[in-house]
């Protein structure tokens, strides 16, 4: 069989808090939208930003961090599979399809000023465990490189 790959990474902001709900069976679920903007010139030079709306699903331990920890406005490093579901519209009877990232890993991005309240915050996986620490400065990363001026090529 020949080898395939199903994966998506988004960077990108959430469009409005996040819809939890709970399966029949107890599972949480979280459904969110997420932002991507990309940024072309048009015929005329000028610059102009196309912003494409990813709808997102999040299930058991991942959900409860977005119900947590995610809200409107919220920037997010996210990893998962695109899926598309269909079903028969029961006012209809057309066949309807939805597109949807399921997310398998979350990173927050946003500062505890920020939209989102979860700094840090990161969710993998395979993760056990998650770490709430603010990312270091940059002026403190480069003091612990040691890096000098004689150090850079240019």
Do not use: C
Not at 40 to 60: R, Y
């Amino acid at each position: 069989m020949a080898k395939s790959v199903n994966k998506v990474i988004l960077l990108g902001n959430v469009g409005k808090d996040p819809e939890i709900r709970s399966t029949g069976g107890g599972t949480m679920v979280a459904n969110f939208t997420l932002a991507t903007t990309d940024r072309a010139k048009d015929q005329q030079g000028n610059w102009q930003d196309k912003t494409e709306w990813h709808n997102l699903v999040a299930f058991q331990r991942t959900a409860e961090i977005v119900r947590d920890y995610v809200k409107k406005g919220t920037k997010l490093y996210v990893e998962g599979k695109i899926q598309t579901r269909s079903w028969d519209d029961k006012e209809s009877g057309q066949k309807r399809y939805r597109t949807e990232i399921i997310v398998n890993d979350i990173s927050l991005l946003s500062g505890r000023d920020d939209a989102g309240g979860g700094g840090g915050y990161s969710r993998g996986s395979n993760a056990g465990s998650f770490d709430q620490r603010q990312p270091a400065a940059q002026e403190d990363f480069a003091q612990s490189a040691e890096i000098s001026d004689d150090d850079i090529p240019f």
